[in-house]
């Protein structure tokens, strides 16, 4: 990319694709209640609808990254692209829950194929690092907005059409996007001497869907013994065989030095500390307003547009202020904003205060904002450009760890505190609040811990 406006074009391209991978992360929030009447879900299969897709995806993005840079990001953004609208169409017409979650897991791979390279393509593209880091915080900003905009996009449609619109509509994106890419992308650059490894990508997926498993069974009060011991032996066994098997190999989908960098580790633990918080705020916000005081799937969906508003300006202004005011100071502002903005949202939202739920809500969304661009821009600045492949794999594990970890755990809490409680009692909403506040102070402390200014990371006032 040689002009301003063709490395701009490219990244609105890269764009589109990203939305769709956050909108499909979160637009079955507001759906679940008419996915049970029209298909007839369980809560488990309920919980399998909406883990499948972020479950593949994480459990496949290190090595998808790395066979990016074997093969070439851009062929596999079109690859992926492709992927990503044949599952959509499948699960659109899914005639039952079963098929459903394996369209779904046909999306997260998709998904999987097509999310490194995007982040790699930036690294490839914007080599001028103020112009790279504005990228990343714009890359960051539509992660975001796409994760926040899903239940407002799944209310809309649920509002005027069928539940298979929620899928349908990806489609035509689809269609666009690949068309705009052969277009305006730079051209494929292989390395067919970078190795790539399936049987690690087989053990991560086996450990993450070990461990999404034991959190469920755990958290069920009629839990499956058997089950729950086979889950933590396979998560366990799993990640003992994934990291036995990147030291034996000289070209690891994982190698575990770049977490010598105490700005790289900061930066996965702050990305997925935020993701856990704002993914678990958001399950819960749709379905309280939905399930307990009879909000439509749009009117539930519009509640959480407010993270999406506060978090574009911040996750921007995050990644093109870096180099001024630096790592730590915009990762411990953001916690602290998410953290607060939970806390008023837990109180506020069980006291039906609609107007003071909104601004909370905006004020998680300017942290986490400001949080994802800057962790973007830190794991991604810290890892040699050998490694571009593997440190956007990285990034996004931590993203979609840190969704899957939440939507696990506050899924699965979920049913258990309403039947304990009481549907319409908010002490349920106020006690997963308290746990989506800890984890972020948790993540913020540990982020500012791993505060340093390592030799080579790019990132100045650290």
Same mark, same amino acid.
């Not at 049987?199 to 089950?227: Q, Y």
């Not at 916000?285 to 005081?293: I, S």
């Not at 986490?368 to 492949?389: E, H, K, L, N, W």
């Not at 939440?406 to 258990?416: E, T």
């Given at each position: 990319?040689?002009?301003?406006?063709?490395?701009?074009?490219?990244?609105? +391209?890269?764009?589109?694709?990203?939305?769709?991978?956050? +909108?499909?992360?979160? #637009?079955?929030?507001?759906?679940?209640?008419?996915?049970?009447?029209?298909?007839?879900?369980?809560?488990?299969?309920?919980?399998?609808?909406?883990?499948?897709?972020?479950?593949?995806?994480?459990?496949?993005?290190?090595?998808?990254?790395?066979?990016?840079?074997?093969?070439?990001?851009?062929?596999?953004?079109?690859?992926?692209? %492709?992927?990503? *609208?044949?599952?959509?169409?499948?699960?659109?017409?899914? @005639?039952?829950?079963?098929?459903?979650?394996?369209?779904?897991?046909?999306?997260?791979?998709?998904?999987?194929?097509?999310?490194?390279?995007?982040? =790699?393509?930036?690294?490839?593209?914007?080599?001028?690092?103020?112009?790279?880091?504005?990228?990343?915080?714009?890359?960051?900003?539509?992660?975001? $907005?796409?994760?926040?905009?899903?239940?407002?996009?799944?209310?809309?449609?649920?509002?005027?059409?069928?539940?298979?619109?929620?899928?349908? #509509?990806?489609?035509?994106?689809?269609?666009?996007?690949?068309?705009? %890419? $052969?277009?305006?992308?730079?051209?494929?650059?292989?390395?067919?001497?970078?190795?790539?490894?399936?049987?690690?990508?087989?053990?991560?997926?086996?450990?993450?869907?070990?461990?999404?498993?034991? #959190?469920?069974?755990?958290?069920? @009060?009629?839990?499956?013994?058997?089950?729950?011991?086979?889950?933590?032996? $396979?998560?366990?066994?799993? !990640?003992?065989?994934?990291?036995?098997?990147?030291?034996?190999?000289?070209? @690891?989908?994982?190698?575990?030095?770049?977490?010598?960098?105490? #700005?790289?580790?900061?930066?996965?633990?702050?990305?997925?500390?935020?993701?856990?918080?704002?993914?678990?705020?958001?399950?819960? %916000?749709?379905?309280?307003?939905?399930?307990?005081?009879?909000?439509?799937?749009?009117?539930?969906?519009?509640?959480?547009? =407010?993270?999406?508003?506060?978090?574009?300006?911040?996750?921007?202004? !995050?990644?093109?202020?870096?180099?001024?005011?630096?790592?730590?100071?915009?990762?411990?502002?953001?916690?602290?904003?998410?953290?607060?903005?939970?806390?008023?949202?837990?109180?506020? !939202?069980?006291?039906?205060?609609?107007?003071?739920?909104?601004?909370?809500?905006?004020?998680?969304?300017?942290?986490? *904002?400001?949080?994802?661009?800057?962790?973007?821009?830190?794991?991604?600045?810290?890892?040699?450009?050998?490694?571009?492949?593997?440190?956007?794999?990285?990034?996004?594990?931590?993203?979609?760890?840190? %969704?899957?970890?939440? +939507?696990?755990?506050?899924?699965?809490?979920? @049913?258990?505190?309403?039947?304990?409680?009481?549907?319409?009692?908010?002490?349920?909403?106020?006690?997963?609040?308290?746990?989506?506040?800890?984890?972020?102070?948790?993540?913020?402390?540990?982020?500012?811990?791993?505060?340093?200014?390592?030799?080579?990371?790019?990132?100045?006032?650290?």
């Amino acid at each position: 990319m040689s002009t301003p406006l063709q490395r701009w074009t490219f990244l609105l +391209v890269i764009s589109l694709g990203l939305l769709m991978i956050g +909108v499909d992360n979160s #637009i079955l929030y507001t759906a679940l209640p008419e996915l049970r009447a029209q298909l007839g879900t369980t809560d488990t299969q309920a919980l399998w609808i909406i883990n499948a897709y972020p479950l593949v995806l994480a459990g496949l993005l290190l090595g998808t990254g790395t066979l990016g840079d074997r093969i070439g990001h851009r062929l596999m953004f079109l690859v992926g692209l %492709t992927v990503f *609208g044949v599952a959509s169409l499948a699960a659109a017409f899914a @005639p039952g829950a079963w098929f459903l979650v394996g369209a779904r897991a046909l999306l997260g791979f998709g998904a999987a194929v097509m999310m490194p390279a995007t982040l =790699a393509l930036i690294r490839i593209t914007f080599t001028e690092e103020r112009e790279r880091n504005t990228a990343i915080g714009v890359w960051g900003s539509v992660a975001v $907005i796409g994760a926040a905009a899903g239940p407002v996009v799944g209310g809309l449609l649920l509002e005027y059409f069928w539940w298979g619109s929620i899928f349908l #509509i990806n489609v035509p994106i689809v269609l666009l996007t690949i068309a705009a %890419t $052969i277009v305006v992308a730079p051209a494929n650059m292989p390395n067919p001497s970078k190795h790539w490894d399936a049987v690690s990508s087989v053990f991560a997926l086996l450990t993450l869907s070990g461990l999404v498993m034991t #959190i469920k069974e755990l958290a069920n @009060p009629d839990r499956t013994w058997w089950l729950l011991a086979v889950s933590a032996v $396979i998560a366990a066994g799993g !990640g003992i065989a994934f990291t036995r098997r990147q030291g034996r190999l000289s070209d @690891p989908l994982l190698a575990f030095d770049v977490f010598r960098s105490r #700005i790289f580790t900061g930066g996965v633990l702050a990305a997925g500390g935020a993701m856990f918080a704002v993914a678990g705020l958001e399950l819960m %916000t749709t379905q309280r307003f939905q399930l307990v005081l009879g909000y439509s799937p749009l009117e539930a969906g519009l509640l959480i547009i =407010a993270v999406t508003v506060a978090a574009f300006p911040l996750s921007i202004l !995050g990644g093109a202020f870096l180099h001024r005011v630096g790592f730590i100071p915009l990762i411990t502002g953001g916690f602290v904003a998410v953290a607060v903005g939970v806390g008023l949202a837990a109180f506020f !939202g069980a006291a039906d205060n609609i107007p003071a739920f909104v601004a909370a809500l905006a004020l998680v969304g300017a942290g986490a *904002g400001a949080i994802m661009s800057v962790s973007s821009t830190a794991i991604v600045g810290a890892a040699p450009v050998r490694r571009a492949g593997m440190a956007a794999g990285v990034e996004e594990v931590s993203y979609e760890f840190g %969704t899957l970890l939440s +939507v696990a755990i506050f899924g699965s809490l979920l @049913p258990v505190l309403q039947l304990a409680l009481g549907t319409h009692d908010a002490a349920y909403f106020r006690i997963l609040t308290i746990l989506a506040v800890s984890a972020a102070v948790f993540a913020g402390i540990t982020a500012w811990c791993f505060r340093g200014n390592p030799k080579g990371a790019g990132l100045a006032h650290q």
